[in-house]
């Protein structure tokens, strides 16, 4: 099912993209992605800040907003509290990959991967994005996952296949009596 995002929904994608984009840089947080062909950092940033927001529109939760330091560890919380760090790529193919030092960082419940694309640099603005599936935390950080990734450097990265499409329920609505 493609996730589309609103025009709105795009301009604040850009605003967060930015915003993340231009904190790292006042506070040096070294580059961290791991595309070969990563070269435009901002429209990354951007991407990346669009695939959460689909994510979080696919599930019907409150969007991720936050700018300055992020939440560190996790992008999202579900409905559950369970907390998901959504990895974002331009490419329908991809794999999931998250890099080997985060093994030492607090972790979230689950790693998700969204595909897609934003059209952002001008209007007409668009976007669309997939939902490939989510791999728990304590079954992607293992010996299994531990792979070769760009340049030879180390990750953990799982195929599409290797992906489960969890389906959460949307909560049910507050009715007065």
Same mark, same amino acid.
């Given at each position: 099912m493609d996730i589309i995002l609103s025009e709105h929904e795009i301009k604040l994608a850009i605003y967060v993209g930015k915003r993340r984009r231009a904190y790292d840089r006042e506070h040096q947080v070294t580059e961290q992605e791991m595309a070969s062909d990563s070269r435009n950092a901002e429209a990354d940033d951007i991407l990346g800040a669009a695939g959460e927001l689909a994510f979080a529109k696919h599930f019907n939760l409150f969007a991720p907003l936050e700018c300055e330091g &992020?939440?560190?560890? +996790?992008? *999202?919380? $579900?409905?559950?509290? &369970?907390? *998901?760090?959504? &990895?974002?790529?331009? /490419? !329908? !193919? +991809?794999h999931l990959i998250a890099q080997f030092w985060k093994i030492n960082l607090k972790h979230p419940d689950y790693y998700a991967l969204m595909t897609g694309y934003i059209n952002w640099? %001008?209007?007409? /603005? !668009? !976007? %669309? =994005?997939? /939902?490939?599936? $989510?791999?728990?935390?304590?079954? =992607? @950080?293992?010996? +299994?996952? %531990? &792979?070769?990734? *760009?340049?030879? %450097? @180390?990750?953990f990265k799982a195929h599409q296949s290797e992906l489960t499409i969890f389906e959460y329920p949307t909560p049910k609505k507050d009715t007065l009596s």
């Amino acid at each position: 099912m493609d996730i589309i995002l609103s025009e709105h929904e795009i301009k604040l994608a850009i605003y967060v993209g930015k915003r993340r984009r231009a904190y790292d840089r006042e506070h040096q947080v070294t580059e961290q992605e791991m595309a070969s062909d990563s070269r435009n950092a901002e429209a990354d940033d951007i991407l990346g800040a669009a695939g959460e927001l689909a994510f979080a529109k696919h599930f019907n939760l409150f969007a991720p907003l936050e700018c300055e330091g &992020k939440m560190g560890f +996790a992008d *999202v919380v $579900m409905h559950d509290e &369970k907390t *998901v760090d959504v &990895k974002t790529t331009n /490419y !329908s !193919s +991809a794999h999931l990959i998250a890099q080997f030092w985060k093994i030492n960082l607090k972790h979230p419940d689950y790693y998700a991967l969204m595909t897609g694309y934003i059209n952002w640099e %001008k209007p007409p /603005y !668009s !976007s %669309k =994005f997939v /939902y490939r599936g $989510m791999i728990p935390t304590d079954v =992607f @950080l293992t010996d +299994a996952f %531990k &792979k070769p990734g *760009v340049e030879g %450097k @180390l990750c953990f990265k799982a195929h599409q296949s290797e992906l489960t499409i969890f389906e959460y329920p949307t909560p049910k609505k507050d009715t007065l009596s």
